[in-house]
């Protein structure tokens, strides 16, 4: 670990970091077009942080640099048994010109509960903020000025140990690089349409609660059978039974009821705690709503949206911000059914849960529960 003082750049967790700014950053007409209608996940900023971990030195070697490729062996674990985590995270422009995160510090702690189902070593989550705001401070000028607009920030790890037995590596990086993003659905409807998958996204005792890449590959074939058939997201039920609703690909689900309560459903260990999901469970009580965190099946969902009982149900990530669900199909093993969730569009407790959050996180409204963290 360095041993330099604050005074010469020693972070609260303990390590300094070398700043090497980019010798040749993206022309400003070249970014401002980028910035003007950003997308999602497909420009990047110009700097990255990379931090190593080793059994000897721990975590050492604390860079911001200028974003490039990374040179690997071809050995290295994380391409062979997929030993890899990652979170996603945003940085927004608050009205008086500052830069923040929102629940920066959950992030870092749910990317340790994913290290340690993973069996990769921790990081002190002052050291995880540091590293975010680190790169959010050199890219500031990359924050879109669009409605919506914010810098997607994904921090993740990788093994990095050259060694094809199968244990845990004893070589690690960290990274974190930065995207500008819109909206993350390209169509930018007000609502989506939604595939019941016949696949399983996770099982009991699996790996269905941490943010590992490898949950996201078994999705992405149910994904692309969700797009081919016309919609937007896939829906993942339970793998043991196939009935009760457990979350879309990169999304948990809320569903909302003609009586004014909300339920989602519950951190089973097969679905990841999402920290929007638990924000939106804060908010939604203080509007004086009842949520409960209660399984929910799918054949009871087409059932009360035929009869009127649910009215609402939206899907929340940092990512998606809260989006409304209109429409969901294929509620059978293979099946194609259909039905439509109240109007079709974005209900009025949707709409309500979405303009309080983001106020939040754009520091529109108060923050009262310590959810944001100021970078510059
Ligand atoms: N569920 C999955 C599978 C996700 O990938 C995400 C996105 O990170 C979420 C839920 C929502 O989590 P969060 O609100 O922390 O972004
Ligand atoms: C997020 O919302 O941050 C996600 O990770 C979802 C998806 C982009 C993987």
């Not at 090497?20 to 700097?47: C, K, Q, W």
């Not at 669009?146 to 690690?172: D, N």
Request: charged share 20%; aromatic share 8%; glycine share 10%.
């Amino acid at each position: 670990m360095a041993s330099l003082n604050l005074a010469e750049g020693l972070t609260e967790a303990g390590l300094s970091f070398t700043r090497l700014p980019h010798p040749a950053p993206t022309p400003v007409a070249a970014r401002d077009a980028i910035l003007a209608a950003p997308g999602f996940g497909t420009a990047f900023s110009d700097h990255m942080v990379c931090i190593e971990y080793s059994e000897a030195e721990g975590w050492h070697g604390a860079t911001l640099g200028a974003r490039g490729p990374i040179a690997l062996d071809p050995a290295a674990a994380v391409l062979h048994y997929a030993q890899e985590i990652f979170e996603g995270m945003k940085a927004y422009t608050h009205p008086d010109g500052s830069i923040a995160l929102f629940r920066p510090e959950a992030n870092a702690a749910r990317f340790n509960a994913s290290a340690r189902r993973l069996a990769m070593p921790e990081m002190p989550e002052t050291l995880f903020v540091e590293a975010v705001k680190q790169l959010v401070t050199a890219d500031r000028d990359w924050l879109p000025p669009v409605e919506g607009g914010s810098l997607y920030l994904r921090p993740f790890m990788i093994a990095t140990e050259a060694f094809l037995g199968v244990r845990p590596a004893k070589a690690y990086k960290f990274l974190v690089i930065a995207s500008p993003a819109g909206n993350y659905f390209k169509s930018g409807a007000p609502a989506v349409s939604i595939w019941v998958s016949a696949y399983s996204r996770a099982a009991p005792g699996g790996t269905g609660a941490a943010k590992c890449g490898g949950n996201y590959a078994a999705s992405l074939m149910p994904q692309a059978e969700a797009i081919a058939r016309g919609h937007d997201q896939v829906v993942f039920l339970d793998a043991a039974e196939h009935r009760w609703i457990e979350e879309l690909g990169g999304m948990n689900l809320y569903f909302v009821f003609a009586d004014g309560t909300l339920t989602t459903p519950p951190l089973s260990g097969t679905i990841l705690p999402g920290i929007t999901r638990d924000s939106l469970l804060t908010l939604a009580r203080e509007e004086g709503l009842t949520v409960r965190e209660e399984r929910y099946a799918i054949d009871q969902w087409q059932a009360d949206a035929a009869s009127g009982k649910l009215v609402e149900t939206f899907a929340c990530g940092t990512a998606a911000v809260v989006t409304a669900v209109g429409r969901v199909c294929g509620t059978g093993p293979g099946a194609s059914d259909e039905f439509t969730i109240g109007s079709g569009g974005p209900g009025q407790i949707t709409t309500r849960l979405k303009a309080r959050l983001v106020a939040i996180q754009r520091g529109q409204a108060a923050d009262t529960h310590g959810w944001v963290t100021r970078v510059t």
